[in-house]
């Protein structure tokens, strides 16, 4: 966990034991279930707390992350950022929604059991719930990492974020043409680009890029589009 505690004194996030207690048995009980239930590609601990953890917590860094309170993670798989996200602050109110149901069960069962009680996790599709009138527009800020390119993305995202919230997109390294692509699509749904940030930390590999979104208007009640819609026919 040295990783870990590191990330967490660069970023001035406070550390303490029942958040280290925390971080363990969740990534233990998940490598525990990833045997029967598909959760994760990472089978090992060190690659684990690299690659889910600290990569996950990186956003921390970011104002927009800093300003924000009630913050939802779309496409979250085996529970990520959101996960070690809410760990590391209790103080924000995390909402997790996945398409596959499975892993939202084991999620909300993890963090019951582990007395992360900021999380709460949600079956359906983004495209569906970014309709609801308790979930459109009522978040600060929407984070989503290894989901969809940005256009698909963007139609998934957006509409979850209030006026004045942000959106960060988790990217690969390569992602300007894939930025490049989507600038319409987030102008249509209520967004600007704001900046794309690559977290430069001595000693800590991080190969994503944060593409940070801001909403600027709301967004028209044609979108998200039905089900399948938004990644079969990407906004152009
Ligand atoms: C490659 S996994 C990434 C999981 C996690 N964000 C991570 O970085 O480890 C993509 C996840 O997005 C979910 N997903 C894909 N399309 C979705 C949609 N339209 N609405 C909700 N979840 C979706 C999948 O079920 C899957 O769990």
């Known amino acids: 966990m ?5 990330i967490f004194k660069i970023l001035d996030i406070d550390y303490n034991d029942e958040k280290e207690k925390k971080f363990y048995q969740y990534m233990s009980e998940i490598l525990k279930l990833n045997q029967q239930i ?13 690659k889910h953890y600290v990569d996950s917590l990186l956003c921390a860094g970011l104002d927009e992350f800093k300003n924000s309170f009630s913050i939802i993670d779309v496409g979250t798989g085996g529970g990520f950022p959101g996960v070690p996200l809410a760990i590391a602050f209790p103080d924000k ?3 997790l929604i996945d398409s596959l ?8 069962q993890l963090c019951e059991s582990l007395g992360i009680f900021n999380v709460k996790a949600f079956h359906g599709r983004a495209e569906e719930m970014g309709r609801r009138k308790d979930m459109r527009e009522k978040f600060d800020l929407c984070v989503s990492r290894a989901v969809a390119n940005m256009s698909t993305l963007s139609e998934y995202c957006i509409p979850f974020v209030r006026v004045g919230g942000s959106f960060i997109a988790y990217k690969g390294p390569d992602c300007r043409k894939e930025l490049e692509d989507a600038i319409n699509a987030v102008t249509a749904l209520g967004g600007e680009v704001i900046r794309e940030e690559s977290p430069e930390i001595t000693g800590i590999p991080f190969d994503h890029k944060f593409i940070v979104i801001k909403k600027k208007k709301n967004t028209l009640s044609k979108f998200p589009r039905k089900p399948g819609t938004p990644s079969k026919e990407p906004i152009k």
Not at 38 to 50: G, R, V
Not at 101 to 108: E, G, H, M, S
Request: hydrophobic share 40%.
């Open 2 to 6: 040295k990783e870990l505690i590191k």
């Open 38 to 50: 598909n959760l994760t590609a990472i089978t090992e601990k060190n690659e684990f707390i690299q």
């Open 93 to 95: 109110e995390f909402v």
């Open 101 to 108: 149901n499975k892993r939202i069960k084991i999620i909300n």
